[in-house]
């Protein structure tokens, strides 16, 4: 009886959502991935710093990657921040029909999520529960929610 290796599987989901645990799965939506959080990075004027922290990869790794000379596969984790930074933005871009959607994430916020912090500082501080929320929270603005 033959089996199957867990990186062969379908796209591995729980209660309907994409898991990205399979490595099959990473290798193929690492590339879009990657190419997103680079023009969100720039769209937003992060730093290279930043841009490693909020994908959680390290900076020179950031900087293989903004060479085009990276041929890694994103880890889950990494996939999820770049899922969550990616609806950010695009929730962002939904909202504001200006310049707005790529500078709200530098300018301080009082909502309680952020505490005066930028969304970027929080995002970077909280790591991916953070994320996640300023998503939820975006969302929110816009009535998606």
């Known amino acids: ?3 199957v290796a867990t990186t062969d599987r379908p796209a591995a989901r729980v209660g309907g959502l994409q898991t990205f645990a399979g490595e099959n799965d990473r290798k193929r939506l690492t590339g879009a991935a990657v190419k ?4 969100l990075v720039e769209a ?3 730093s290279n710093a930043e841009g490693a922290a909020l994908l959680g990869v390290s900076e020179s790794t950031w ?9 890694g596969a994103l880890s889950q ?3 999820t921040r770049a899922s969550a930074l990616i609806g950010v ?3 962002l871009h939904l909202l ?3 310049a707005m959607a790529d500078r709200w994430p530098r300018l301080p916020n009082r909502a309680p999520l952020f505490d005066r912090r930028s969304p970027v500082e929080a995002m970077i501080e909280g790591g991916i529960p953070r994320m996640i929320e300023t998503r939820q929270y975006v969302d929110a603005l816009r009535g998606g929610l």
């Open 63 to 71: 900087d293989r990657i903004k060479a085009g000379r990276w041929e």
């Open 77 to 79: 984790d990494q996939l």
């Open 96 to 98: 504001f029909a200006d």
């Open 36 to 39: 997103a959080v680079l023009r």
């Open 44 to 46: 937003w004027g992060g």
């Open 89 to 91: 933005f695009k929730g």
């Open 1 to 3: 009886m033959a089996s």
